[in-house]
């Protein structure tokens, strides 16, 4: 098979999303060369993989991930939901996820943010990307352009990309005017 392939939150159609189960599962796979993952912060100021913003659905736990720490957070139950075989799966750390797929797979790390949801989330997302010199390795992507902006601010080599979900008038305007596009076919900043 020569088409990239990016395993969605890992391999999210058969183990609980964004959790080690999916993310050794894509591994497994000789066609899977990138994973797209979630990551936010604890009130303490971890980075962990998850995708809402809220630990209600995927996690035995209630509330927002902004409001919980990394130990109320890692006490959850995270692949119940997905069936009894994955009981006791945990969110993991962007440190561990990192760990896990060093050498084996690049990663599309999608900064999940709105407005100034999560002041530091760039900073200290990088800071986990350098410690496993994996800087080489990684896309920060996001919907929020200032969450880019700002992690091209902290490291003007990493590379970012623009999450869209529609066709706006004036897209290649606004790529142009917060420094985020290249060319027609290629919307990753420098």
Not at 6 to 34: C, Y
Not at 54 to 80: F, P, Y
Not at 97 to 110: H, P, S, T, Y
Request: overall charge neutral; aromatic content about 6%; some cysteine.
């Amino acid at each position: 098979m020569n088409n990239l392939c990016v395993a969605h939150r890992g391999f999210s159609a058969k183990a609980p999303e964004n959790t080690q189960a999916a993310i050794k599962l894509a591994m497994d796979e000789p066609f899977v060369n990138w994973m797209e993952i979630d990551v936010q912060l604890t009130r303490d100021g971890v980075p962990v993989v998850i995708h809402d913003f809220s630990v209600d659905r995927t996690t035995t736990g209630k509330g927002k991930v902004k409001d919980l720490t990394w130990q109320e957070i890692r006490r959850m139950d995270a692949g119940l939901w997905k069936g009894r075989e994955f009981q006791g799966e945990q969110v993991p750390s962007l440190d561990e996820v990192l760990q896990l797929v060093k050498g084996r797979l690049k990663l599309n790390i999608e900064l999940k943010t709105s407005g100034d949801m999560y002041p530091g989330l760039e900073e200290k997302v990088l800071e986990r990307i350098h410690a496993h010199q994996m800087i080489s390795d990684v896309v920060l992507t996001s919907f929020e352009p200032k969450a880019l902006l700002r992690a091209k601010q902290v490291d003007p080599d990493v590379k970012v990309g623009l999450i869209i979900d529609a066709h706006p008038r004036d897209l290649l305007t606004r790529l142009k005017k917060n420094r985020l596009f290249i060319s027609v076919d290629r919307l990753f900043s420098p």
